[in-house]
């Protein structure tokens, strides 16, 4: 399956940038590894997180 990127990206840098955005939200978002059952707050703010 090949996806075409042309429709949702008008230039490889946009592409990057997101794909950035990405990488760093699930970078973040490993802070939470092993908490979300601890307590409902830890799961709340993961929740919340802006990611």
């Known amino acids: 399956m ?3 990127l042309e429709g949702l990206y008008s230039n ?3 592409w ?5 955005q990405v990488e ?8 939470y590894k092993g908490r979300l059952s601890r307590t409902s707050q830890d799961l709340l ?7």
């Open 2 to 4: 090949n996806w075409k």
């Open 16 to 20: 990057e940038n997101d794909y950035k």
């Open 24 to 31: 760093d939200a699930a970078k973040e978002f490993q802070a």
């Open 12 to 14: 490889t840098k946009q």
């Open 45 to 51: 703010n993961a929740f919340k997180a802006d990611l």
